[in-house]
Each structure stands twice: as structure tokens, then as C-alpha cells.
């Protein structure tokens, strides 16, 4: 019983604590890419981590809470995927501290793979 | 308290979307905010402090201690209507943007065929 | 148990202040796409937090219906601005 | 600039008569008349767990045809804009492809968004959601569906043959109460069987579960509609 | 719990304001989702689940995707 309410609230505590990383790097990252970085994979974590520790509190609302968990999981890449790529071909301009580059070898290749 | 406050701020920057402004799609976002915030008014008239929600999902529930059936009734049939209603407003300016070239009210008002 | 839900939603209620403030301030379309990315992420976490605070085990079907249907907003946007339909 | 004034006080006086007449309505107090005899009879009268959904469907069933009536003007509404009064059509874009985790992803999505929404329809009278939530959420899916493949089409055909069924099944139970002893339109003349479980309640789920596939239908007219105004019709000058 | 309202009917009455003052149409349609989103939030909070989960069928995908596509028919910014 004490095992599991440790294990509930600890959960609870990581999935928020994620969360508000994740929004404190929406503000404070210089641009968009690196914003996204913050933004998708800690939000991910930290909702699913959150909504499992619900799921261990109540050990009756388990099965559903890992199925929202799933969903979060399994949907999250696909909206942050399309939008990076949509803000990379329509050039929205990296930070001027940016060092590697590696999508410009990336759609060069695709650009001649598609042109074949 | 404060949802009535806030359903009535959503009503007035509506109104003033609706009257001030001459785009035809910020009018459109205007008529989507005000129905936003009459539903919101109509539920946080059907709260009662305390209340949980009308269903009888699980043993231990009473009558006594639960909110307004009604108007969730009233408001879930709206929204679906709203939404539908937007794309034939969406609609008919798609149309008046092809006759007119332009979304700018005052324009297609002045332009009488 | 309540002062810890209460930290909780505190915690929480700041995420959701950030992410606001990001789609206020962003310069651009997609910096306010990846706030309300971050915004709709965070709202299914609340509402599982509130059916758990209120007691009432349908409340997760809301959540669950943001969990599957949030990102299509996003992807329609996405799809928008790359040229796609 | 005097015109914006007036415009301004014409909101104030809207807004202050709201503040006015809710004044004698103050936040969080009991005030149901007809609430509670529904909270009290809903159960017993009509077996559904939900008294939204009792409501919805069975006290105010008639307004619910209605409203079914006033969305499918609507889809037709925008069919018949798009569709026969479509003028100035645009020349082809070159339209970008989906990438390959849209496609994918979408691909293992969308069966199950069809799944929810069945469930939630499915279960209207015992959960929260129903036919209206269970078609959107359904319609969302062919959004989606448009939105990864493009240059889809739904079987309009089809479309207009489920939403037809639905309608019609509506009509036939409501009318099938008039032959029924207490001879009134939409009478729930089903056994109501055990309360909470999933058969139960009458004619409730089945007039939910046709509600569903005709706002499903309808949405994903509207979807299909809109989408290929840009996408399909875009050739033809 | 009324604290929890308080904030978030500030958030959105800010965010109905931005959807209504910005040029940009998309910036605006976007804004309009996060107040749908906020809106489905409350709902909740006032104990209507069927109805939020109404708000969240129809606010998450069907609204914005008839805004913008009403938008790339037309313009893409006010004037």
C-alpha cells in the first residue's frame, strides 16, 4: 500500500517535473529547432510518466491510463515530425550559434532520390 | 463568479470581432467565440458548488450531489451544430473571395451587382 | 495527500503559464504550433489528474480523446505550411 | 472614431444587461426545477446510467431529430456550394508528399481512432460521450486519412447510403412508439434490462449508434468536401 | 480548485484577445484552438465530461482544419 503510494507520487512528481522543464525550454531555447527538441520529447515523458503514476494510485483505472499513455507515445512523433520538417523546407532561420547542420545533407539526398 | 466574468469577456471581444473588424475570416472567429462563450455561460449556470457529474457510473451516487443535466443537454447539441455551421460559413467565403478578390467587408459590401 | 495533489497542479499550472506565454510572444506560426503542441501534451496529463482528484473513472475518456486526436491540429498545420494540400 | 464608440456601447449595454440578469442567478447555488425530477426518474424511466443521454435522447428526443435535420442541411449545404456553384478554380500547385512517420504513423492510427469512436458511441448511455462525439471523433480519422494519402476518396455513394440507414432507423423507432399502447412518438418500448451494463436501456443505444454513423457521415462529407476543393479539383480551368 | 480557474480564464480571455488582434490568419486560427482547448478544460471543471469531450472531438482536428483550409483558399494574412 505505502509502496505504491511512494511509487504513484513519485511518477506524478517526474511527469511534472518534465513538464515544466519542457515549457521552461519553450521559453528560454534561442530557436525554433532547439525549442522543438525541449519542447516534443520532455512533454512526451513527462505526460506519460504523469498519467502511469495516476495509473498506480488507482490500481482499478490501470489498464485505461497505460492505454492513454500509449496514445500519447504513439501519436506525439508523428504531429512533431511533420511540423519540423515543414519549418525546415519553408526556412525558418537557425540560431547563429548553430554548429552542425546535419538536414542539409539529409533533403539534398532525398531531393536527388526523389528527382531519379 | 469568475466563469460568468470570463463567459461575459468572451461574449464582448466576440461582439467586437463581429462589428469591428472587416476581415471576413476574423469575423468568423469572432461568431466562433461568442458561441464558445455562451456555451461556457450555460454550463457554469447549470453548476452547483459541490455537485459531481449526472451519471450513475458507480454505486455511492445520489441525486443530491449532482449538477444540471439539462443544460449539457442544451450545449452538447450546439457545438456540433456550431462546427458545422462554420464550414458552411467557410463556404460562402471561399465563393465571395473568388467572385470579389478580396475578403475585406467594406469592399464587397460597396460592390453591387 | 492533498497538499501533494496541490503542489501538483501548481507544478503544472506554471507548465501551462510558459507554453501561453511562448504563443503570445512567438515570432513565428510554427513557435506557436509547438506551443499549443506543448499545450494540448500537458492538458492530457491534467484532465487524468482531475478525473483522479474528482474520484470519477470516465472522466479519463476525455483525455483519452485529446491523447488520439491532438496531434491531428498539429499535422494539419504542418501539412499547411510545407505546401501539402 | 465616433462609429467605433457606438459600436462600443452597443456591446457595453449587451454586456451590462447580461450582468444584470444574472445577477439574480449567482454562481454555484441549486437552481433546478425540472433538474431534479429528471435526476430523481431518469433512472427509473428510462434504465440509462447517463442522464445527459436521457435527456438528449429520450425527454427531448424530438429536439435531437431536429438537430440530426439541421446537420445534414448543413453538409448539404456545403456540397451544393462546392460542388455546383464551384467558379475560378485555381491551377495545379505542386503539392509536397507526406513524409514517411506521417505515413506510417497514420497508417497504424487511424484503425485505431475508428475503434474509439465506435466506443464511444457504443457506450453513450453508460459513459460520458455518444453519437454526436463518437462521429466527429470518427470524421477526425478520414481528416486524418486525407491529411497522410493525399488524393484519397471516400465512396460518396456509400457515404450517402450509411447516413440515409441512419436517419431512417431514427425515424422508423421514433415512429414505432405510436403504435405502442401509450401511443407517443419515440417511446421506449424496448425491455430496459439491467441498469449499467451494456445492454440496457431500450431503444437509447440504438438511437445513439445511428446518431453516430450519420454525424459521421455527415463530417466526413463536410471533409471530403472541403478537401478536395483543394486537392482533387485543382486541374480543371 | 478555484485557483486553477482563475488561471485559466485569465490564459484564455488572453488568448481570445490574440486570435482576434493578430494579422497573420493561421497565428489567429491557432489561437482559436488553444482557446477550444482551454474551454474543454473548463468544462471539466465544471463537471460536464460529456460536454468537454464534445469540445475536444470537434476543437482538437475538425475546426482548425476547416479554418485553414477556408484560409488557403483565400489569404493568408489580414490586411
Same mark, same amino acid.
Given at each position: 500500500?505505502?509502496?505504491?503510494?511512494?511509487?504513484?507520487?513519485?511518477?506524478?512528481?517526474?511527469?511534472?517535473?518534465?513538464?515544466?522543464?519542457?515549457?521552461?525550454?519553450?521559453?528560454?531555447?534561442?530557436?525554433?529547432?532547439?525549442?522543438?527538441?525541449?519542447? !516534443?520529447?520532455?512533454?512526451?515523458?513527462?505526460?506519460?510518466?504523469?498519467?502511469?503514476?495516476?495509473?498506480?494510485?488507482?490500481?482499478?483505472?490501470?489498464?485505461?491510463?497505460?492505454?492513454?499513455?500509449?496514445?500519447?507515445?504513439?501519436?506525439?512523433?508523428?504531429?512533431?515530425?511533420?511540423?519540423?520538417?515543414?519549418?525546415?523546407?519553408?526556412?525558418?532561420?537557425?540560431?547563429?550559434?548553430?554548429?552542425?547542420?546535419?538536414?542539409?545533407?539529409?533533403?539534398?539526398?532525398?531531393?536527388?532520390?526523389?528527382?531519379? | 463568479?469568475?466563469?460568468?466574468?470570463?463567459?461575459?469577456?468572451?461574449?464582448?471581444?466576440?461582439?467586437?470581432?463581429?462589428?469591428?473588424?472587416?476581415?471576413?475570416?476574423?469575423?468568423?472567429?469572432?461568431?466562433?467565440?461568442?458561441?464558445?462563450?455562451?456555451?461556457?455561460?450555460?454550463?457554469?449556470?447549470?453548476?452547483?458548488?459541490?455537485?459531481?457529474?449526472?451519471?450513475?457510473?458507480?454505486?455511492?451516487?445520489?441525486?443530491?450531489?449532482?449538477?444540471?443535466?439539462?443544460?449539457?443537454?442544451?450545449?452538447?447539441?450546439?457545438?456540433?451544430?456550431?462546427?458545422?455551421?462554420?464550414?458552411?460559413?467557410?463556404?460562402?467565403?471561399?465563393?465571395? @473571395?473568388?467572385? @470579389?478578390?478580396?475578403?475585406?467587408?467594406?469592399?464587397?459590401?460597396?460592390?453591387?451587382? | 495527500?492533498?497538499?501533494?495533489?496541490?503542489?501538483?497542479?501548481?507544478?503544472?499550472?506554471?507548465?501551462?503559464?510558459?507554453?501561453?506565454?511562448?504563443?503570445?510572444?512567438? &515570432?513565428?506560426?510554427?513557435?506557436?504550433?509547438?506551443?499549443?503542441?506543448?499545450?494540448?501534451?500537458?492538458?492530457?496529463?491534467?484532465?487524468?489528474?482531475?478525473?483522479?482528484?474528482?474520484?470519477?473513472?470516465?472522466?479519463?475518456?476525455?483525455?483519452?480523446? @485529446?491523447?488520439?486526436?491532438?496531434?491531428?491540429?498539429?499535422?494539419?498545420?504542418?501539412?499547411?505550411?510545407?505546401?501539402?494540400? | 472614431?465616433?462609429?467605433?464608440?457606438?459600436?462600443?456601447?452597443?456591446?457595453?449595454?449587451?454586456?451590462?444587461?447580461?450582468?444584470?440578469?444574472?445577477?439574480?442567478?449567482?454562481?454555484?447555488?441549486?437552481?433546478?426545477?425540472?433538474?431534479?425530477?429528471?435526476?430523481?426518474?431518469?433512472?427509473?424511466?428510462?434504465?440509462?446510467?447517463?442522464?445527459?443521454?436521457?435527456?438528449?435522447?429520450?425527454?427531448?428526443?424530438?429536439?435531437?431529430?431536429?438537430?440530426?435535420?439541421?446537420?445534414?442541411?448543413?453538409?448539404?449545404?456545403?456540397?451544393?456550394?462546392?460542388?455546383?456553384?464551384?467558379?475560378?478554380?485555381?491551377?495545379?500547385?505542386?503539392?509536397?508528399?507526406?513524409?514517411?512517420?506521417?505515413?506510417?504513423?497514420?497508417?497504424?492510427?487511424?484503425?485505431?481512432?475508428?475503434?474509439?469512436? !465506435?466506443?464511444?458511441?457504443?457506450?453513450?448511455?453508460?459513459? &460520458?460521450?455518444?453519437?454526436?462525439?463518437?462521429?466527429?471523433?470518427?470524421?477526425?480519422?478520414?481528416?486524418?486519412?486525407?491529411?497522410?494519402? &493525399?488524393? !484519397?476518396?471516400?465512396?460518396?455513394?456509400?457515404?450517402?447510403?450509411?447516413?440515409?440507414?441512419?436517419?431512417?432507423?431514427?425515424?422508423?423507432?421514433?415512429?414505432?412508439?405510436?403504435? !405502442?399502447?401509450?401511443?407517443?412518438?419515440? @417511446?421506449?418500448?424496448?425491455?430496459?434490462?439491467?441498469?449499467?451494463?451494456?445492454?440496457?436501456?431500450?431503444?437509447? &443505444?440504438?438511437?445513439?449508434?445511428?446518431?453516430?454513423?450519420?454525424?459521421?457521415?455527415?463530417?466526413?462529407?463536410?471533409?471530403?468536401?472541403?478537401?478536395?476543393?483543394?486537392?482533387?479539383?485543382?486541374?480543371?480551368? | 480548485?478555484?485557483?486553477?480557474?482563475?488561471?485559466?480564464?485569465?490564459?484564455?480571455?488572453?488568448?481570445?484577445?490574440?486570435?482576434?488582434?493578430?494579422?497573420?490568419?493561421?497565428?489567429?486560427?491557432?489561437?482559436?484552438?488553444?482557446?477550444?482547448?482551454?474551454?474543454?478544460?473548463?468544462?471539466?471543471?465544471?463537471?460536464?465530461?460529456?460536454?468537454?469531450?464534445?469540445?475536444?472531438?470537434?476543437?482538437?482536428?475538425?475546426?482548425?482544419?476547416?479554418?485553414?483550409?477556408?484560409?488557403?483558399?483565400?489569404?493568408?494574412?489580414?490586411?
Amino acid at each position: 500500500m505505502i509502496i505504491r503510494l511512494i511509487v504513484g507520487y513519485f511518477l506524478l512528481y517526474f511527469g511534472a517535473l518534465f513538464l515544466l522543464l519542457g515549457a521552461f525550454g519553450l521559453i528560454r531555447l534561442p530557436d525554433l529547432y532547439t525549442r522543438m527538441q525541449a519542447a !516534443t520529447k520532455s512533454t512526451t515523458l513527462g505526460a506519460f510518466s504523469s498519467v502511469l503514476g495516476v495509473g498506480i494510485l488507482h490500481p482499478g483505472w490501470f489498464v485505461k491510463c497505460v492505454v492513454v499513455a500509449l496514445f500519447i507515445l504513439l501519436t506525439a512523433p508523428i504531429g512533431s515530425s511533420a511540423l519540423m520538417r515543414a519549418a525546415y523546407k519553408t526556412g525558418v532561420p537557425f540560431d547563429e550559434r548553430t554548429v552542425v547542420n546535419k538536414g542539409e545533407e539529409f533533403f539534398d539526398e532525398q531531393k536527388k532520390e526523389e528527382a531519379k | 463568479m469568475i466563469y460568468y466574468v470570463g463567459s461575459f469577456l468572451l461574449i464582448a471581444i466576440g461582439l467586437y470581432a463581429v462589428i469591428v473588424k472587416k476581415n471576413l475570416i476574423k469575423i468568423l472567429i469572432g461568431l466562433n467565440l461568442i458561441a464558445s462563450g455562451v456555451n461556457l455561460l450555460i454550463i457554469s449556470v447549470g453548476y452547483i458548488k459541490g455537485g459531481t457529474a449526472p451519471i450513475f457510473s458507480r454505486a455511492g451516487l445520489n441525486a443530491k450531489m449532482m449538477v444540471d443535466p439539462i443544460p449539457q443537454a442544451l450545449t452538447l447539441t450546439a457545438i456540433v451544430i456550431d462546427a458545422s455551421e462554420l464550414a458552411l460559413a467557410v463556404a460562402f467565403v471561399v465563393l465571395l @473571395y473568388r467572385h @470579389y478578390k478580396t475578403l475585406d467587408i467594406k469592399k464587397i459590401r460597396s460592390l453591387k451587382w | 495527500m492533498s497538499v501533494l495533489n496541490w503542489i501538483y497542479i501548481a507544478m503544472v499550472s506554471v507548465a501551462v503559464i510558459l507554453s501561453v506565454v511562448r504563443m503570445i510572444k512567438g &515570432p513565428d506560426i510554427t513557435d506557436r504550433v509547438v506551443a499549443l503542441d506543448v499545450f494540448t501534451t500537458i492538458t492530457v496529463a491534467l484532465f487524468v489528474f482531475f478525473a483522479m482528484i474528482f474520484d470519477r473513472y470516465i472522466y479519463i475518456d476525455v483525455a483519452l480523446v @485529446y491523447g488520439l486526436l491532438s496531434f491531428i491540429g498539429v499535422l494539419v498545420i504542418a501539412r499547411f505550411i510545407e505546401r501539402g494540400f | 472614431m465616433i462609429r467605433k464608440i457606438v459600436y462600443a456601447i452597443f456591446a457595453a449595454i449587451i454586456v451590462i444587461a447580461l450582468v444584470m440578469f444574472f445577477a439574480a442567478y449567482p454562481f454555484g447555488a441549486n437552481k433546478m426545477a425540472v433538474g431534479t425530477y429528471y435526476l430523481n426518474h431518469g433512472v427509473a424511466q428510462t434504465g440509462a446510467a447517463n442522464i445527459v443521454t436521457s435527456v438528449v435522447l429520450d425527454y427531448r428526443g424530438f429536439d435531437t431529430l431536429g438537430e440530426v435535420s439541421v446537420l445534414f442541411a448543413a453538409a448539404a449545404g456545403v456540397a451544393i456550394l462546392f460542388f455546383m456553384l464551384g467558379i475560378g478554380k485555381k491551377e495545379r500547385e505542386n503539392l509536397t508528399k507526406p513524409n514517411f512517420v506521417v505515413r506510417v504513423g497514420s497508417r497504424i492510427i487511424f484503425p485505431f481512432i475508428l475503434l474509439f469512436g !465506435t466506443y464511444i458511441f457504443v457506450h453513450g448511455h453508460l459513459t &460520458p460521450g455518444g453519437g454526436f462525439q463518437g462521429g466527429s471523433i470518427i470524421a477526425s480519422g478520414f481528416l486524418l486519412l486525407y491529411l497522410s494519402y &493525399p488524393g !484519397t476518396r471516400v465512396n460518396r455513394g456509400g457515404l450517402s447510403i450509411i447516413e440515409g440507414l441512419a436517419g431512417l432507423t431514427f425515424v422508423v423507432l421514433g415512429l414505432w412508439g405510436l403504435f !405502442t399502447p401509450t401511443d407517443s412518438f419515440l @417511446y421506449n418500448f424496448l425491455p430496459k434490462g439491467l441498469f449499467n451494463t451494456l445492454v440496457s436501456a431500450g431503444i437509447l &443505444p440504438i438511437i445513439y449508434i445511428a446518431i453516430g454513423f450519420k454525424v459521421a457521415s455527415e463530417f466526413a462529407g463536410i471533409v471530403d468536401d472541403m478537401m478536395c476543393e483543394v486537392i482533387c479539383r485543382g486541374g480543371e480551368k | 480548485m478555484i485557483l486553477v480557474s482563475w488561471i485559466l480564464i485569465v490564459l484564455m480571455i488572453g488568448l481570445a484577445v490574440l486570435s482576434i488582434e493578430l494579422k497573420n490568419l493561421i497565428a489567429a486560427v491557432v489561437a482559436m484552438g488553444a482557446v477550444s482547448l482551454i474551454i474543454s478544460l473548463l468544462f471539466l471543471l465544471l463537471q460536464a465530461p460529456d460536454v468537454a469531450m464534445a469540445e475536444a472531438s470537434i476543437g482538437a482536428a475538425l475546426t482548425m482544419a476547416i479554418y485553414i483550409i477556408g484560409v488557403r483558399e483565400t489569404e493568408r494574412s489580414e490586411k
